[in-house]
């Protein structure tokens, strides 16, 4: 069997050094003799690594004193339901800015706490985020949300919208901690881990301390910022190893040179592919445009703007031949996409350019 390349949009690539710290604490937990999978969550060793997680997220994204950052279980769509019950009481009304598959679940979501607008409507076809000088966001919201890289359709935002006052919520579920942003724009950043810092289970959760106190009644408080800062992630026995996992992951950023590194390399991995889609003569089609491309997902066609499905087919096929996996594109729009999240390596994607340039050439006439 060739040796695997993991392309996959998450659960995904972990960096191999992880792996290795893995192996070798998972029966010894911070020399306790035990494995954390068997330790209390209120013992002083687990207290002192959740002081950590929190510290290199602190350092690695630069975080103002006045955010709480917070570990919360149900992943990415636990948020798309905490979002409205912790904000939407302060006005009753929120903007949701749908650019793909992952705000338009958000909002259709929200809508049952309270009154959505769609500042960008739902379509069926995301290929931009629309100029700002064509949204209406309303002054009155509680907060506008926005999804920062839609995975699925892999449309990113290259820029921070600028919402005049209203507090921005942003899902970083398939960007968090591959490029640097000003956390002191948003009022609350979210995402699930399992894409570019670790593994399922947990939601990191960085939140403005004045958006605190704002849930509604129904908020249950496994899903309440309030409850969860005051408890200091600890309200109930949390997602311990996922959150384990997603510390070693940012140890090993920080280890890379952070976010300034990890920004680099995902410019220039991306771009490897993008060039070669946009150099190929129609043969790759990249339907996004480009001032939006993300440079975690690639979503592509191959063959014709709406994929010839029969070489997409053989395109994953002779792929997989080589160990190049999980590329195919999401049952939505169909095609291939290729996750460059910060654990694939330059040479991983090197091998993928490689067989697509092959696969160019076996099969243009
Ligand atoms: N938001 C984005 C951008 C995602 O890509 C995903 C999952 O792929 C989610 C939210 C949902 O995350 P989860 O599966 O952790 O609920």
New binding site residues.
């Given amino acids: 069997m060739p040796k695997v390349h993991n392309f996959g949009?998450?659960p995904a690539k972990l960096p191999e050094e992880v792996y290795d710290i893995i192996r070798q604490e998972l029966t010894d937990f911070d020399g306790t003799g035990i494995s954390l999978l068997e330790t209390s969550h209120r013992s002083s060793t687990y207290l002192k690594f959740n002081k950590e997680v929190q510290n290199v997220v602190r350092r690695l994204m630069k975080v103002p004193d006045n955010y709480k950052i917070l570990f919360m279980a149900g992943?990415?769509?636990?948020q798309f339901a905490a979002v409205p019950m912790n904000l939407i009481s302060r006005t009753g009304t929120a903007d949701y800015l749908v650019t793909g598959a992952?705000s338009a679940k958000a909002a259709k979501e929200a809508k049952k706490y309270g009154k959505v607008n769609l500042v960008l409507p739902e379509t069926n076809r995301y290929i931009v985020v629309p100029h700002e000088s064509e949204w209406k966001l309303d002054p009155n919201a509680s907060y506008v949300h926005i999804?920062f890289?839609?995975?699925i359709h892999g449309v990113e935002f290259d820029f921070v919208p600028d919402t005049k006052g209203v507090p921005l919520v942003a899902?970083m579920?398939?960007n968090f901690f591959s490029r640097v942003v000003d956390v002191s724009k948003f009022g609350v950043i979210y995402?699930?881990a399992?894409?570019n810092i670790g593994t399922?289970g947990v939601?990191l959760v960085i939140v403005r301390e004045d958006l605190l106190n704002h849930a509604l009644p129904i908020c249950p408080s496994i899903l309440d910022w309030t409850v969860t800062a005051k408890n200091d992630s600890i309200l109930n026995t949390p997602p311990m190893f996922a959150i384990y996992i997603m510390g070693k992951v940012l140890e090993w950023i920080e280890r890379q040179g952070g976010l300034e590194e990890m920004a680099k390399n995902a410019l220039i991995k991306s771009s490897k592919i993008y060039k070669l889609i946009d150099e190929s003569e129609g043969f790759y089609h990249a339907p996004v445009h480009r001032i939006c491309r993300s440079k975690m997902n690639i979503p592509f066609r191959i063959g014709s703007h709406n994929g010839d499905e029969a070489l997409e087919k053989e395109f994953l096929k002779g792929a997989e031949a080589l160990g190049l996996i999980q590329l195919k594109g999401h049952r939505d729009v169909g095609g291939i996409r290729a996750s460059t999240y910060n654990a694939v390596t330059m040479e991983e994607v090197d091998i993928l350019v490689d067989y697509m340039k092959n696969f160019q050439m076996k099969h243009q006439a």
Avoid at 75 to 78: D, E, F, L, R, Y
Wanted: glycine share 30%.
């Fill in positions: 949009a998450g992943g990415g769509q636990g992952w999804c890289n839609e995975t899902d579920s398939s995402g699930g399992q894409k399922s939601a």
